[in-house]
């Protein structure tokens, strides 16, 4: 997959075959789409173009708003989109003077100059231009003038399958991540650095690495116990994560610690990132260390028995 982060550097595209959007997940949903302009670009012998914008048009419409949560980092969203064979990924720099144009502009002095479609694919609910005032109907006007062919990805379609990226944020924040895993199609990831924590669980008997995840914008599942797979250094290790507030040891802030099972590497500085497999259960405070102690060897139980039964 070609990845494009200039207007101004783009190639002469064959025979291209765009969908628009932010991507935020690329659950099935988004899936489809990508699914649909692969079998369009085959057949037309030309090639498949994801058209998507960073920063996220929100943080930049509304940058008093800190309440945005994404599914994906833009690393993240990069490498889905090339497990799911797409040839080419335009990353347009998103402005407030690109949200300015109008809705004719857009599909004339961006989407027909830098892309020359032979056909549009976008879902049912997709706006565009000033105020959101563009849409499938001023597409399918417009592609008269232009020669392109349009297609829809019905309502129906998509709620055949019942997801949207809001529904899966819920179902993070609320801990249901197998519900989760079920919509994008794949398990949800966390990625950051690990750094130095109070280092509660070495007295625990339970190290843990903690980890500072670099992007403010990345949705942080529910507070509390997760079975997860842990990549840090090339290689896949289980573990049992904790996302809380350390209340047996009156803690105040958040933080996110994952014990690698069957691991005593010292990884402080390295790049590590959690595969969310699934919740175990609520952050509790307890009266004692001995019972947080006894808390934690159950944890560990449930996490060993979550991996027995599958591939590792």
């Not at 940058?63 to 949560?69: M, N």
């Not at 609910?125 to 959101?132: A, L, S, V």
């Not at 250094?233 to 049992?240: E, F």
């Amino acid at each position: 997959m070609r990845v494009f982060h200039d207007l101004n550097n783009l190639p002469a595209f064959k025979n291209s075959v765009i969908t628009i959007g932010t991507f935020d997940g690329v659950h099935k949903g988004h899936q489809k789409l990508v699914e649909r302009i692969n079998i369009l670009a085959k057949q037309n012998e030309g090639e498949s173009i994801i058209i998507t914008f960073h920063p996220h048009p929100r943080i930049v419409i509304n940058p008093q708003d800190k309440t945005l949560r994404l599914l994906n980092t833009i690393e993240e969203k990069i490498a889905l989109l090339e497990e799911y064979g797409v040839d080419n990924l335009v990353i347009v720099p998103f402005s407030r003077d690109f949200s300015e144009q109008s809705a004719e502009d857009y599909i004339s002095n961006f989407l027909v100059k830098n892309f020359h479609p032979k056909n549009i694919v976008i879902g049912y609910d997709h706006k565009f231009g000033r105020n959101r005032t563009g849409d499938f109907h001023l597409l399918e006007k417009m592609k008269v003038d232009f020669g392109y062919s349009m297609e829809e990805i019905s309502k129906e379609t998509l709620d055949d399958i019942g997801i949207s990226s809001t529904k899966i944020r819920n179902s993070l924040q609320s801990g249901e991540i197998k519900l989760a895993s079920e919509l994008l199609g794949y398990n949800y990831r966390l990625s950051g650095t690990v750094v130095r924590g109070l280092q509660n669980g070495r007295k625990l008997g339970y190290p843990t690495a903690n980890l500072q995840v670099n992007d403010i914008y990345k949705l942080v599942p529910k507070t509390g116990i997760y079975v997860v797979k842990v990549h840090v250094n090339a290689a896949v290790y289980k573990g049992m994560l904790s996302i809380g507030y350390n209340p047996t040891f009156e803690g105040k802030e958040q933080t996110i610690e994952v014990n690698i099972l069957d691991f005593d590497k010292d990884i402080y500085g390295s790049s590590l990132t959690l595969e969310f497999v699934d919740y175990i259960r609520s952050e509790k405070k307890f009266d004692s260390i001995e019972a947080l102690i006894d808390e934690i060897k159950n944890d560990e139980l449930v996490t060993r028995a979550a991996f027995a039964n599958s591939e590792f």
